[in-house]
């Protein structure tokens, strides 16, 4: 493909900037708009931010290495590479009950910084193909992932109880029904002012099971008040 893009798109002119940095806005939104509907902290405009800001980068260092010699033509993109994360850290937060969330959408702006860095140097194929795996894996494949963990043997569970007596007779009955708990932790329940206690943990079963049907058997026994997968 490289072969039908014009030289003058490889060469820093108005035109070739003006294409570089546009298929890094159309790019940056692309990617941005799947988060935007999920109502994720980095969304449409976030993404298109970074994806153009990358691409310029890459724009300025080839700049400055045409007009100085002896300069590294890889210097300013991998100080982008490493910085990016400090953008991704920020989207990425931790619940009351230890989930953590935010990951994809870190990874999703590493990625897009990445797609700008490569249309900033005018290599256009790797990055509309990038832009197109990343989009795919961002926005159809969550459902994929979806499916596969509802069907594993591990399960994080967090569990509310009235009593801490209830605790234990809930680990005496997993075990019972063959399963192991391992990563027990004890917290509070989450309602204000609430007596009751609570549980982290994780469920292993001994065989494959949907996780609907397991939160289903859970959320049925005597003891239990609030069960929720994390």
Known sequence: MESYIPEGLKELNLVSVTVRLLLALVCGGILGVERGRKKRPAGFRTYMLVC???????ITNQYI???????????????????????????????????VKGLTTAAGLWAAACVGLSLGI????????GCV??????????????WVMASTKV?????????????????RDMKEQGFRISDLEMTRANGVGD???????????PKKKPHAEIL????????VRYVEEL
């Open 52 to 58: 153009v800001g990358a691409a310029l980068v890459m």
């Open 65 to 99: 290495t045409e007009s100085y010699s002896g300069t590294d033509p890889a210097r300013m993109g991998a100080q982008v590479i490493s910085g990016i994360g400090f953008l991704g850290a920020g989207t990425i937060i931790v619940t009351g009950r230890n989930r």
């Open 122 to 129: 005018g290599f256009y194929t790797g990055a509309l193909v």
């Open 133 to 146: 795996l990343i989009f795919v894996v961002m926005a159809l494949l969550h459902r994929l992932d979806d």
């Open 155 to 171: 399960i994080n569970l967090y569990v509310e109880f009235d009593r801490m007596a209830d605790v234990g007779a809930f680990i």
């Open 195 to 205: 007596a009751g206690v609570a549980i982290l943990c994780t469920l292993r079963l």
């Open 216 to 223: 289903q058997m859970l959320s049925s026994a005597e003891q």
